[in-house]
């Protein structure tokens, strides 16, 4: 075709305004994160701790277990396990074409929820030196299976012919989310008093059992998983038209819906094994988001990963000082914070448009 | 060079397509018309392989069903009926959107030039999802012609295919929109339109395939299948073909209104 036009006068241009957030982003996170290192509940700050070491003076073992085995494996993993919540919202929104999607709408999250409960109340029925050796990693594992056990289970019901339908999947997720609800609710039936006080904490979110283990273990399954997810920007931009036109545009549907399940799968399972039912992250930070630069896929997952990995550190450094020395679950914090935000957004944009 | 043949599609059970043959050539409008539910949108959607098919589907010379989504986008660009958008994109992101990986050039100069030829270039900054029917369907365009921009690429001709670009347009930018096509096909390219409006059809069609009930009536230059027995036939109304007093275009209208 011939060009008719001279001057190139471009609308506000939001892909600007998505990088410049980048930069914004990352600074923010380091402060939020070196503000976390300096909270706690033994009372130990980072000033005072920089200031011994500047003085050529030597960190007491106490203060080196506070700050290299609790507090900083925690702050890592905090950052993580939100950093892979938001991304995982972003992406099962962008293939599910919905705002609203999220890794607990399709039964995802309670797939591994079902997973970890059923690993607390059922792995003190195993022989003691099966947990002997198991130990600590049950529950993770679990979740972690779950997770991918459900995902496997509703792309195979979704799928025929190569083809996912994303109505059938959505309904499949509901009818297994039911499930695993009335699942649990077995579970909790035969659970006893300590384990169920453990099941609540657990289904509340916390990242009070942060380690080096569990960063070694799901630290890299996230970060892989999020690095995935950044390459599928100009796929989920494209499925916005549907799936059709997103293939006439080049893009490889079938396999970017391929890609965004598993990085879902495998971002939301580590994240929900390593700190149970932490909500809302995975809906908010994108609507934030797209509210603030614009709907791109492309900057829009790298911000998600920021955004949700300073919201995550935040929330979790409010429940460790809030009722200290005790903490409180920080699914209770995101939900507390999160919700009014959710429901905001949508007050806001009720009848203007849809984001 | 298009060219299906023997294209047979079932849904559910049910036989939509009974073998149909279509081609078509490059530097040609050529239009699919037929009765509503006579298979036009089955048969575009077998040729762009949104649909299962059975038979040989060639694009210049191209088994279609062996190239990858990006080779085929890079020879041609598919406007569907309506499309939905899912996020509020604005108008030249949606433009953006048509530009494939390895486009060469600006690519905003491009989509802005692209938005410039169906008259939107103002709308550019404007949220995609409040604009109106008509004006969503020429974005649309305007990202079909963005990706397939240059006619000929290579020596290959490109295709537009389209199915019922002017539907939702009035009189004035269905005018607009089919000259673009006819200024692509004469550049050199392939266009193929599925059309309702036969007036528009006479007037800038090259080919025409005919169709009703999933088989194909009649398929030759426009002129020759536009007659009244096969247009009556097709249509299952009396229609008569004239021919406007400077004998250049056609025109058509019911048999019995004006006898
Ligand atoms: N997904 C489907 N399932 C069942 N039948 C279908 C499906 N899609 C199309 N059909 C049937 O195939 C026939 C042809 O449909 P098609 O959409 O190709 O018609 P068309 O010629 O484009 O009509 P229109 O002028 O109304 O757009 C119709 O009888 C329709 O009911
Ligand atoms: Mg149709």
Redesign the pocket.
């Known amino acids: 075709m011939t060009a008719v036009s001279t001057t190139l006068a471009l609308p506000v241009d939001r892909r600007q305004r998505a990088r410049r957030l980048h930069l914004w982003l990352a600074a923010a996170l380091a402060v939020v994160a070196l503000a976390s290192l300096d909270t706690g509940a033994t009372g130990l700050s980072l000033p005072h701790l920089l200031g011994t070491l500047a003085g050529g003076g030597e960190l007491s073992a106490v203060e080196r277990t506070v700050l290299f085995d609790i507090r900083l494996p925690r702050v890592f993993l905090g950052m993580c396990v939100g950093a892979a919540l938001a991304v995982s919202g972003t992406v099962m929104q962008g293939l599910f074409r919905n705002p609203l999607a999220d890794p607990g709408i399709v039964g995802v999250s309670s797939g591994a929820g079902l997973g970890a409960i059923g690993a607390i109340v059922l792995g003190a029925a195993l022989p003691v030196s099966v947990q002997a050796v198991i130990g600590t990693h049950l529950v993770p594992v679990a979740a972690f299976v779950g997770s991918w056990l459900t995902t496997l289970t509703l792309y195979r019901v979704a799928t025929r012919r190569g083809f996912t339908s994303v109505a059938t999947m959505l309904l499949a997720g509901i009818a297994l989310g039911a499930l695993f609800a009335a699942l649990s609710g077995v579970m909790i039936y035969l659970a006893d008093d300590r384990q169920l006080r453990d099941l609540t904490f657990w289904g509340l979110g916390s990242l009070a059992g942060a380690s080096w283990a569990k960063l070694v273990t799901a630290g890299p399954i996230m970060v892989l998983a999020m690095l995935v997810a950044f390459t599928l920007g100009r796929g989920l931009n494209g499925l916005a038209l549907g799936e059709a036109t997103a293939s006439h545009i080049g893009i490889p549907v079938q396999r970017l819906k391929n890609m965004a399940i598993l990085t879902v799968a495998a971002a939301t399972g580590a994240a929900v094994a390593v700190s149970g039912g932490i909500g809302f992250i995975g809906i908010v930070v994108p609507h934030l988001l797209r509210l603030a630069s614009g709907p791109d896929h492309g900057p829009l997952l790298i911000n998600s990963a920021l955004l949700g990995a300073i919201l995550l550190v935040i929330a979790d450094t409010i429940a460790r000082v809030v009722v200290a020395p005790t903490e409180l679950p920080i699914g209770i914090i995101t939900a507390v914070l999160g919700a009014p935000v959710f429901l905001w957004i949508l007050l806001r944009r009720r009848g203007i448009l849809e984001v | 060079m298009l060219s299906a043949r023997n294209i047979r599609v079932d ?2 059970g ?1 036989a ?1 397509l009974h073998g149909v043959d279509f081609t078509a050539r490059p530097g040609q409008v050529t239009a699919i018309a ?10 575009l959607k077998a040729v762009t392989g949104e649909v299962p098919s059975t038979g040989d589907i060639m694009l210049n010379g191209y088994d279609t069903r062996t190239l990858p989504p990006w080779q085929l986008a890079a020879m041609r660009g598919v406007l569907p ?1 309506s499309t939905v958008l899912a996020f509020p994109f604005t108008v030249i992101e949606v433009v953006r959107m048509g530009l494939l990986r390895g486009t060469s050039g600006n690519h905003d100069r491009r989509a802005m030039d692209a938005l410039g030829l169906v008259g939107l270039a103002d709308y550019a900054g404007r949220y995609y999802q409040e604009l109106s029917g008509g004006e969503q369907q020429r974005v649309q365009f305007a990202r079909v012609l963005a990706q397939v921009w240059h006619p000929v690429e290579n020596g290959e001709p490109r295709w537009i295919l389209l199915d ?1 670009p002017v539907a939702s347009l009035d009189i004035g930018h269905q005018l607009e929109v089919m000259r673009l096509l006819r200024d692509y096909a004469e550049a050199g390219g392939g266009v193929v339109a ?1 059309m ?1 409006d036969l007036n528009l059809t006479a007037m800038f069609a090259d080919s025409m395939t005919l169709i009703s009930g ?1 088989r194909v009536l009649a398929h030759g230059t426009a002129e020759a299948v536009m007659t009244d027995v096969n247009l009556s036939r097709a249509y299952n109304c009396p229609l008569r073909v004239n021919h406007v007093p400077d004998n250049v275009s056609t025109f058509l209208h019911p048999a019995g209104a004006t006898g």
Do not use: A, D, R
Not at chain 2, 34 to 43: A, D, Q
């Open positions: 849904i559910g049910t939509i037929g009765p509503n539910g006579s298979g036009k949108t089955t048969l009926q019922e599925v309702h999933g």
